[in-house]
């Protein structure tokens, strides 16, 4: 089995293509976590229950998982930015899985305010030693840098990872 997982949140598609090119280029497994109702990334409206969800710290059912997310030594967690923190899915996952002593890495994607989402992320991952961090500005519109960065920040993190 892998020991690496790439575990991530994604509403309008930013997110989920950071997380599938460190996937592929650090050869992880990948976990996507789908809210059983989330919100509609069409409709205008998004942002209002997306950070009416933050700001409440409600925490929507989770499809089942694929893995167990608890099997992983290394783990990429990543997030969209939403009311200046991490999407309500990772509030899920964090309170559903109780990740101790593993090596992880956090990323988040955002269109101009990073806020607190990895302070208030690595709170939640107390326990853990964060490896990496790191933030992507509009990936869907700046694919090409994006990418590039995210396969060099993926690979140091996972050489780090692997020589202490």
């Known amino acids: 089995m892998n020991q690496i997982l ?34 509609n990334p069409e409709k205008g409206s998004r942002y209002f229950w997306g950070g009416k969800q933050v700001l409440m710290r409600q925490k929507p059912e989770l499809e089942p998982f694929h893995v167990d997310p608890r099997e992983y030594q290394v783990h990429f967690i990543g997030t969209p930015v939403w009311a200046w923190r991490y999407a309500p899915a990772l509030r899920t996952f964090f309170h559903e899985i109780d990740l101790k002593g593993k090596k992880i890495a956090i990323f988040s994607t955002h269109d101009g305010g990073p806020g607190k989402t990895l302070a208030k992320m690595k709170e939640k991952l107390d ?38």
């Open 6 to 39: 790439v575990t991530y949140y994604s509403l309008e598609g930013n997110t989920k293509l950071v997380a599938e090119v460190i996937a592929d280029a650090i050869d992880a497994d990948i976990l996507r976590l789908v809210p059983v109702k989330d919100v």
């Open 127 to 164: 326990g853990n030693t964060i490896i990496g961090e790191i933030e992507f500005y509009k990936p869907l519109e700046n694919m090409d840098s994006i990418c590039r960065d995210a396969i060099t920040w993926a690979s140091s993190i996972l050489d780090g990872a692997r020589n202490p």
